[in-house]
């Protein structure tokens, strides 16, 4: 069975479809050439600056990780600071990183940035699990960031933060260290 793509015009009644046979490779190519720069482009417009204010940064997150066959939980909470700078986004994008997260996909979605991608647990060192964040600003000095697994029969995992301004960076120090590279949990 040929792969189609279907591309929306206008009002999306009408579609056009490409036909992609499983073998043509060129197809393939020209395809994720096509659409590379597309994505790439989505993701650099995403700007968070005007609804997350620059400043340090109170994250207080509630974390449970689960191994589903036999009901085990662990649960962990905490607060950690960081100062968010000029680009939200990508001060965002690497504290999630830090988690040993992938971000594979962003996007703004009316009020909410989400982002899918897949993380590492520290208790369990197997594969990778698929994750969704979600990041929704509430005013510009508070937002909430969601974490959670997608669709995992074997592992589960959520995050639930609240992050809340607390004045200004302490140094421009604060905003060049890199953060560590920890599994989540």
């Given at each position: 069975m040929p792969f189609v793509l279907a591309t929306c015009k206008h009002d999306c009644s009408q579609t056009t479809r490409l036909p992609l046979k499983?073998?043509?490779?060129?197809n393939r190519y020209l395809l994720l050439l096509l659409?590379?720069?597309?994505?790439?482009?989505?993701a650099l417009d995403i700007d968070l600056a005007a609804k997350v204010?620059?400043?340090?940064?109170?994250?207080?997150?509630?974390?449970?990780?689960?191994?589903?066959?036999?009901h085990i939980k662990h649960?962990?909470?905490?607060?950690?600071?960081?100062?968010?700078?000029?680009?939200?986004?990508?001060?965002?994008?690497?504290?999630?990183?830090?988690?040993?997260?992938?971000?594979?996909?962003?996007?703004m979605d009316e009020k909410v940035y989400r982002m899918d991608g897949e993380c590492r647990l520290k208790w369990w060192q197997g594969e990778s699990i698929p994750v969704s964040v979600?990041?929704?600003?509430?005013?510009s000095k508070t937002f909430t960031l969601d974490i959670h697994t997608n669709g995992n029969s074997l592992?589960?995992?959520t995050e639930h933060t609240q992050a809340a301004l607390q004045g200004p960076c302490d140094t421009l120090e604060s905003q060049l260290k890199p953060l560590p590279r920890q599994p989540v949990l």
């Open positions: 499983p073998g043509d490779t060129v659409l590379f720069p597309a994505l790439t482009a989505l204010a620059p400043g340090k940064w109170a994250l207080a997150y509630q974390r449970t990780g689960e191994f589903k066959p036999l649960h962990e909470a905490g607060t950690s600071y960081t100062c968010i700078g000029g680009d939200p986004r990508a001060k965002i994008v690497a504290w999630i990183q830090s988690k040993d997260c992938v971000v594979h996909s962003e996007r979600e990041l929704r600003p509430e005013t592992l589960g995992f």
